[in-house]
């Protein structure tokens, strides 16, 4: 049985380590509800842009634009966005699991990473990380999401790689976030949502043309798709890591319940045996 002083040093380590876990409970509270009004503020623009996309494509037969079709190339392209930090219970492993589960061979895949986790994790599998811009989700900004995904349409238009790929955490709620791998390129018309009957529809005519919109409006898409994602990522990390800091302090208080209670256990044994030897002493004078 541990002595009363090691159970005392126990004890005041873990209600140390508690008070840890309870300010990043705090801390990740508050920026929980920052990227929670971050993603409600682009969701119109980007419910507008999209339903602009979809209606171009709705109206627009036998399009031949390259982002619609296979340019050829058996490279895929991936933006993986994680954290940089740790202690989110299964954030970032799940989000690798993704990426992973999709069973393309490693080698035949650009990885650009936004976020250390995701970038360590990943290499240390064989995945070639082409390009690291883990600073972005610390502070997401959109200029960011369009100078990445900038980048990565210029693979694709240049034919290095056939197909762009995103992996993130998806925030449900609070206490639900699902990790998510979505196709960005090339799009799948079949896919998207068809336009809902109108009677009024007319025969639209675009300027400049359909063909010319479209190079304008699917950047603008996916980094807008890459922006909303990073900060849906940011809201996930934050949520997992306020779960899992939550669950660590409601740990932390049972273990200094025990704890407490094997010190007064410890402390009731040494006073009987005090008062043992104290009468056994008297006897023998006696």
């Not at 219970?89 to 393309?104: D, L, M, P, Q």
């Not at 999401?145 to 762009?164: C, F, M, P, Q, W």
């Given at each position: 049985m541990a002595s009363?002083?090691?159970?005392?040093?126990?004890?005041?380590?873990?209600?140390?380590?508690?008070?840890?876990?309870?300010?990043?409970?705090?801390?990740?509270?508050?920026?929980?509800?920052?990227?929670?009004?971050?993603?409600?503020?682009?969701?119109?623009?980007?419910?507008a842009l999209y339903k602009t996309i979809c209606s171009i494509l709705s109206k627009t037969e036998h399009m031949e634009h390259p982002y619609l079709i296979e340019n050829g190339s058996k490279r895929k392209a991936m933006i993986v966005i994680t954290s940089n930090k740790g202690l989110a219970g299964g954030y970032n492993s799940n989000v690798i699991k993704e990426v992973i589960a999709t069973g393309f061979t490693p080698s035949d895949v650009d990885i650009y990473a936004v976020g250390r986790k995701g970038a360590e994790g990943l290499a240390r599998r064989g995945y070639k990380i082409v390009e690291d811009d883990s600073e972005a989700i610390n502070e997401p900004l959109y200029k960011d999401a369009i100078d990445i995904s900038n980048r990565v349409l210029e693979s694709y238009t240049k034919g290095e790689v056939g197909e762009i790929y995103m992996a993130y955490t998806n925030f449900k709620n609070t206490v639900s976030?699902?990790?998510?791998?979505?196709?960005?390129?090339?799009?799948?018309?079949?896919?998207?949502?068809a336009e809902e009957e109108d009677d009024n529809?007319?025969?639209?005519?675009?300027?400049?043309?359909?063909e010319e919109a479209l190079?304008?409006?699917?950047?603008?898409?996916?980094?807008?798709l890459l922006y909303g994602a990073?900060?849906?990522?940011?809201?996930?990390?934050?949520?997992?890591?306020?779960?899992?800091?939550?669950?660590?302090?409601t740990n932390a208080d049972n273990m200094i319940a025990d704890l407490s209670l094997k010190y007064n256990r410890a402390r009731q044994a040494s006073i009987t045996q005090e008062l043992t030897e104290i009468i056994a002493g008297s006897e023998a004078i006696s």
């Amino acid at each position: 049985m541990a002595s009363m002083r090691d159970i005392k040093r126990r004890k005041e380590s873990v209600t140390s380590t508690q008070q840890i876990t309870k300010a990043m409970k705090l801390v990740a509270t508050v920026k929980l509800q920052k990227a929670k009004a971050r993603a409600e503020r682009n969701k119109p623009y980007f419910n507008a842009l999209y339903k602009t996309i979809c209606s171009i494509l709705s109206k627009t037969e036998h399009m031949e634009h390259p982002y619609l079709i296979e340019n050829g190339s058996k490279r895929k392209a991936m933006i993986v966005i994680t954290s940089n930090k740790g202690l989110a219970g299964g954030y970032n492993s799940n989000v690798i699991k993704e990426v992973i589960a999709t069973g393309f061979t490693p080698s035949d895949v650009d990885i650009y990473a936004v976020g250390r986790k995701g970038a360590e994790g990943l290499a240390r599998r064989g995945y070639k990380i082409v390009e690291d811009d883990s600073e972005a989700i610390n502070e997401p900004l959109y200029k960011d999401a369009i100078d990445i995904s900038n980048r990565v349409l210029e693979s694709y238009t240049k034919g290095e790689v056939g197909e762009i790929y995103m992996a993130y955490t998806n925030f449900k709620n609070t206490v639900s976030q699902e990790a998510k791998l979505i196709k960005l390129l090339p799009l799948n018309i079949d896919e998207l949502p068809a336009e809902e009957e109108d009677d009024n529809m007319v025969l639209m005519n675009y300027e400049p043309e359909a063909e010319e919109a479209l190079d304008i409006l699917i950047p603008k898409y996916i980094g807008n798709l890459l922006y909303g994602a990073f900060v849906e990522a940011l809201a996930s990390e934050n949520g997992a890591r306020m779960q899992a800091m939550d669950s660590a302090t409601t740990n932390a208080d049972n273990m200094i319940a025990d704890l407490s209670l094997k010190y007064n256990r410890a402390r009731q044994a040494s006073i009987t045996q005090e008062l043992t030897e104290i009468i056994a002493g008297s006897e023998a004078i006696s």
